[in-house]
């Protein structure tokens, strides 16, 4: 249903990139987002926060967006040019800039699932946003340690990892000038890696069209180098930023996290929130750095 021509389809798009100014919800587009057809949440509706006893409920007021990266229906997004790389990230930035507006939404994730051992139910290339009307549990732990690692030593852990990293290089993969690409120091999964920016920044929407060129940049590498060693491995990665309700955060820095899908999940990682990972860091760091 993504691919041009199947337009009807879909619900209609909410924005697109059209070099040939043809009409909305036709061919001619060559990135289109549009609300999810089988939403998580939906945008209509107020969230009417409620009691039950001790427990809360609330509606499922959100958004939920697929971003369709090409028409190309067989084209994966680690294949593409680098103008329509970029094309993509400025997507993500445009859209969360947009729902940042609607003040019953707390945070936005951005999501891609590649494979159906990630997730991904087509196979056409796309991407994916929830806009939710609460701070998720897992952002909030990690910006809850964050901030403690901050009022501990007065830093951000994030920006003491660039400079440790970028000084060690052990497991450093690759950089630019506004990112580096690592195998973080305890990995949960095999060949996971991070994109960290350089300079520190809480918000991913307020990174600039320079960054956004670098990010676009670093981000295909890291997938180009994934497809080479791993043979075309399903992944997910996720944009971690700050809630959009908050700006400047001097103890949080945004960041991009990768995760190829080798190994599973099972009992003993759900009851502890342990992770028993093979393969260290420092050689899945090697192995990609190695990778042209």
């Known amino acids: 249903p993504f691919c041009p021509g199947n337009e009807a389809a879909t619900p209609p798009e909410i924005s697109t990139i059209r070099r040939d100014n043809s009409a909305p919800n036709a061919p001619g587009w060559t990135l289109r987002v549009i609300p999810n057809k089988f939403p998580a949440l939906r945008i209509e509706g107020e969230i009417d926060r409620r009691g039950e006893g001790i427990y809360d409920r609330m509606n499922g007021i959100g958004a939920h967006e697929v971003i369709i990266e090409t028409p190309e229906h067989a084209q994966d997004l680690a ?23 609607d003040e019953r939404l707390r945070y936005v994730m951005i999501f891609k699932n590649f494979g159906a051992a990630a997730g991904a139910s087509l196979e056409h290339s796309h991407s994916q946003l929830i806009a939710t009307p609460v701070v998720p549990k897992r952002v909030m732990e990690e ?15 994030f920006c003491d990892i660039v400079v440790q990293e970028t000084k060690n290089r052990k497991r450093l993969i690759c950089e630019n000038n506004s990112f580096i690409l690592v195998c973080p120091f305890a990995p949960r999964f095999p060949f996971e890696c991070w994109i960290v920016p350089r300079n520190h920044l809480s918000n991913f929407e307020d990174a600039t069209a320079e960054q956004l060129k670098d990010l676009a940049a670093i981000l295909k590498d ?42 599973h999940i099972a009992g003993f990682e759900w009851g502890t929130g342990f992770y028993i990972n093979p393969t260290g860091p420092e050689d899945s760091a090697a192995y990609l750095k190695n990778i042209i």
């Open 79 to 101: 294949d593409m040019d680098p103008g329509a790389f970029e094309d993509v990230i400025g997507a993500y930035q445009s859209r969360l800039l947009d729902l940042k507006k």
């Open 143 to 157: 910006m809850d340690g964050a901030k403690r690692y901050f009022e501990y030593r007065e830093r951000c852990i």
């Open 222 to 263: 890291c997938l180009m180098r994934l497809k080479k060693a791993l043979n075309t491995p399903p992944y997910n990665y996720v944009i971690h930023t700050a809630p959009i309700t908050v700006r400047g955060i001097d103890f949080y820095h945004y960041h991009l996290e990768i995760i190829p899908v080798l190994t």
